[in-house]
C-alpha cells in the first residue's frame, strides 16, 4: 500500500489543475479521516474532459452501487490493517473498466501537505 513519489506528485499535479484547490483539500481531509472512496472521472477518450468526484455515494453511483465498491475493498484490502489504513481511488472513464488504485491515509496526507504548500 506503499504509494511511491512518482505517483504522489502525479496526484497533487493533477488535483492543483482541478480549478479549486480549497474544495480540493476539504474533500481530501475528509478522505484521509473518514477513509471514503475518491475518484477521477474521464469523460472523453482525448482525457480533454475529466472530473474529481469526492462525495463517496456519487462513486459508489458511477461504480453501479456501494455493494460493488465494497467487494472491491474487501478483494483489494486483504488483511485488517490494511482494511483499517486503505482507501481506494478509482479512475473511471466513460467506456471501459475502472482502474482501481489503493491508497494509504499516509499518502492523502503527504499530498494535503503538498497542495497546502502551493496554495
Same mark, same amino acid.
Given at each position: 500500500?506503499? +504509494?511511491?513519489?512518482? #505517483?504522489?506528485?502525479?496526484?497533487? *499535479? ?9 474544495? $480540493? ?31 463517496? +455515494?456519487?462513486?459508489? #453511483?458511477?461504480?453501479?452501487?456501494? *455493494? ?9 484490502? $486483504? ?41
Amino acid at each position: 500500500m506503499f +504509494n511511491t513519489e512518482n #505517483e504522489k506528485k502525479t496526484l497533487v *499535479d493533477s488535483l492543483r489543475r482541478s480549478g479549486d484547490p480549497a474544495g $480540493v483539500l476539504e474533500s481530501l481531509y475528509y478522505i484521509e479521516k473518514n477513509h471514503t472512496p475518491f475518484a477521477l472521472y474521464i469523460a472523453t477518450a482525448d482525457q480533454s474532459n475529466c472530473m474529481w468526484v469526492f462525495d463517496p +455515494n456519487s462513486v459508489y #453511483e458511477l461504480l453501479g452501487g456501494q *455493494d460493488i465498491h465494497d467487494k472491491t475493498f474487501r478483494s483489494v484490502f $486483504v488483511d485488517d490493517i490494511e482494511r483499517r489504513e486503505g482507501i481506494l481511488f478509482y479512475v473511471l472513464r466513460k467506456i471501459g473498466p475502472a482502474v482501481v488504485i489503493r491508497v494509504s491515509a499516509e499518502t492523502i496526507q503527504s499530498v494535503i501537505d503538498s497542495l497546502e504548500l502551493g496554495i
